[in-house]
């Protein structure tokens, strides 16, 4: 899960919480920011802490992007004062504690054995909290999984051209074609994974999407 930057609250407070949404997309991009999938028509504003269970409705430290899969997955599950029980990909290192093998969203075990237990059990919690790993039925309407595959082939595909290109000048263009095409089909971190050992795409990566907090890495 691709850990942001949202910056310090604009100036200006907001009346609704809909207000935020152009801040938080300019700052971020149109990407959920749990499972990462890009928001073509207008993401919603997603309060960390439900707003209809005691959360802060328009304070900017509760807002984040999401997709409506997460945002009805979430719900209200996260009452006011429960942020604590979880990770947040604003605050904590949310890139670490998963692996998205073959595509696949997974708890990253070998990761997490060598962390605390508070930190452990946040991690598995946010996980659960989103179902980040849901296989949808064919009459649900949760495409995450979908997106998430083609945009895995995608990095696959890209990365079996870019591994044949030896002319320089011909690797800059083809980089940057793979990075219009990452932004475009989204789940940074299905990328970042097939390009893992790849320092130079790793970066252009984390460069390309914007918010991402490069610190984490
Ligand atoms: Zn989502």
Same mark, same amino acid.
């Given at each position: 899960m691709r850990p942001v930057e949202k910056g310090k609250a604009p100036v200006c407070k907001f009346i609704k919480y809909q207000d935020a949404e152009r801040e938080l997309e300019e700052r971020l991009g149109a990407y959920c920011s749990y499972c990462e999938l890009p928001i073509k028509h207008v993401p919603e504003v997603e309060h960390i802490e439900a707003k209809a269970a005691g $959360? /802060?409705? /328009?304070d900017w430290d509760n807002l984040l992007l999401s997709c409506k899969y997460c945002n009805t997955r979430k719900g209200?599950?996260? $009452? $006011? $004062?429960? +942020?604590?029980?979880y990770l947040w990909p604003d605050v904590d290192d949310t890139f670490h504690p998963y692996t998205y093998q073959d595509g696949i969203p997974q708890i990253n075990e070998e990761f997490l054995c060598k962390q605390d237990e508070k930190y452990c059990e946040c991690a598995r919690n946010l996980f659960r909290l989103v179902k980040l790993d849901h296989v949808p039925s064919? &009459?649900? +309407?949760? &495409?995450r999984f979908m997106l998430r595959n083609e945009a895995y082939n995608n990095a696959i595909n890209s990365r079996e051209g870019w591994l044949k290109i030896k002319d320089e000048n011909d690797k800059k263009s083809y980089l940057e074609l793979m990075i219009c095409l990452a932004q475009n089909t989204g789940f940074f971190s299905t990328w970042v994974e097939v390009f893992k050992n790849d320092p130079v795409v790793k970066n252009a990566l984390i460069e390309g999407f914007p918010g991402t907090r490069r610190s984490v890495f």
């Amino acid at each position: 899960m691709r850990p942001v930057e949202k910056g310090k609250a604009p100036v200006c407070k907001f009346i609704k919480y809909q207000d935020a949404e152009r801040e938080l997309e300019e700052r971020l991009g149109a990407y959920c920011s749990y499972c990462e999938l890009p928001i073509k028509h207008v993401p919603e504003v997603e309060h960390i802490e439900a707003k209809a269970a005691g $959360g /802060a409705p /328009a304070d900017w430290d509760n807002l984040l992007l999401s997709c409506k899969y997460c945002n009805t997955r979430k719900g209200t599950q996260v $009452g $006011g $004062g429960e +942020k604590e029980q979880y990770l947040w990909p604003d605050v904590d290192d949310t890139f670490h504690p998963y692996t998205y093998q073959d595509g696949i969203p997974q708890i990253n075990e070998e990761f997490l054995c060598k962390q605390d237990e508070k930190y452990c059990e946040c991690a598995r919690n946010l996980f659960r909290l989103v179902k980040l790993d849901h296989v949808p039925s064919s &009459r649900e +309407k949760d &495409r995450r999984f979908m997106l998430r595959n083609e945009a895995y082939n995608n990095a696959i595909n890209s990365r079996e051209g870019w591994l044949k290109i030896k002319d320089e000048n011909d690797k800059k263009s083809y980089l940057e074609l793979m990075i219009c095409l990452a932004q475009n089909t989204g789940f940074f971190s299905t990328w970042v994974e097939v390009f893992k050992n790849d320092p130079v795409v790793k970066n252009a990566l984390i460069e390309g999407f914007p918010g991402t907090r490069r610190s984490v890495f």
